[in-house]
């Protein structure tokens, strides 16, 4: 009997201790803005230092809006709750961080909250930046503080209820994020070590190239087993063996700088603009880079060998694309084109997009081409939404699979075209 209002107060404690969790997880206090660091506070080697630190973290790519001022923000990123738009991290006082302390810039790189305590969203990839070392942040608040500042403000948000009330990205930070720096594994080398910090930290590789659960979370236990991206597959980075060639350490750090690999393929879609960043950080780190991708190999079975001679006995839809490829495809990608003839260019039975489970990637690429990058023209390839329908696309596709790949035909192309064209209008 006496028991009772004991366990009454025992439990009204419990739940009175748990909102008390609950709010000092979900409410993180401001920290004072400062007036902005003049440039000459911050010396020329620690500004360089910061450039290398915001290509490897792929900074300009998210915070700026097509056509816009760079890092000014007004990106949008599409996700499976709705749009959330990049913001304006030019030190701009009243739009931009210019009133952010390093304090304040390491909180949110390291913990995913604003300078006035409001919860960031984890399309920025903070789970990963928080395993960046202090002078990685210190550096890139240095070179983003001597930018430029740019007037701009985001649109608003635009997510799903209960999603667009930020308290609760506490829950998942629970989760998800793990703070703290990179504990270097003893038993491997420099090289390697710096590689997986880079990966997992600056990198940030995994948020593409993992799948993501439910709520939007990288699946546990499956880091690098691929992903989808903006209508694009990211593909399993832990499976490089399974391309028709198995990648060299060469030709992935050619591949990472260059957008292109002699083997393999081209950078397109979301993996483009990763490569034309590690275009400009030291070539050591892209090593560093390769070396820690192609040791997280799993066992594939044999790799099918070189290319099939395109076969006699087409199905009907690709006999059709074989003439359109003939007419659209065949001056670049024909056995005695001069893009060929150059060697060094990627047979496409060598494309990962080619040979893939699904002909997502190949389908996208067929729409949207390889856009042109200032003076180098050699990864060029035209758009051809506007100049095929669903099903023409299609037949294209089903001709390279199997022209070109030793595997099974893709099935219900023409549908997958459909999706993939919705799904890009929209975005
Ligand atoms: C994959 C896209 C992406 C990348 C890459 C990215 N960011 Fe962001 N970042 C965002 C988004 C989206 C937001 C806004 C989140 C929100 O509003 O909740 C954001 C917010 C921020 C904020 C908070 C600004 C504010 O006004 O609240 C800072 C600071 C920031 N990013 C710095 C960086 C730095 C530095 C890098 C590179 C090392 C970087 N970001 C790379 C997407 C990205
Ligand atoms: C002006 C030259 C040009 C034309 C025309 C062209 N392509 Fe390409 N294509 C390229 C280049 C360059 C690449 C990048 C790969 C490389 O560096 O060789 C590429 C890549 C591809 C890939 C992806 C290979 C990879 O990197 O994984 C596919 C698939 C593809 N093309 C299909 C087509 C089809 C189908 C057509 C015709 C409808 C076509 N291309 C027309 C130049 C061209
Ligand atoms: C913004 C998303 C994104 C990020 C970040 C990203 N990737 Fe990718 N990556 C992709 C997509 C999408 C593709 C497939 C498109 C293509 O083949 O061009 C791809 C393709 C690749 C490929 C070619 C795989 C193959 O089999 O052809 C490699 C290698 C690769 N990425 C490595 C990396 C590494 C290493 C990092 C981190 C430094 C990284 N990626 C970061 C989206 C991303």
Redesign the pocket.
Known sequence: MTLKPRLLWGGGLLVVVALVAAVALMWKPAIAPVSSPPASSFDAQTRLAGAR??AL???V???TAKGGQPFAGGLP?ATPFGT??????TPDVDT??GK?SLEA?TR??RYGV??DGH???P???YIH?TRMSDNEISA?YAY?MTREPVKATAPA?ELIFPLNF?PLLAFWNVLFLHPGAEVADASKDVQWNRGKLLVDG?G?CA?CHSPLNLIGGEKLGHAFDGGVVDGWEAPALNALDAAPKPWTQAQLVTYLRTGRASEHGAAAGPMLPVTRDLATVPEADVQAIATYILSIQKPQSTPTADAPAPTAALPPEAKRGAELFAASCAQCHGPHSPMQAVGERPTLAFSTAVNAATPRNAIQMILNGISWHGEDSINYMPAFSQVYSDQQIADLTSYIRAAYSQRAPWKDVEQSVATVRKENDAR
């Open positions: 630190v915001v973290g792929d900074c790519v998210c915070h990123l959330i738009y990049a913001t304006n991290i931009g961080i952010w810039f949110a790189i604003a300078r919860l960031l969203y399309a920025f990839p930046f890139a983003l948000n930020r600056l940030h948020s």
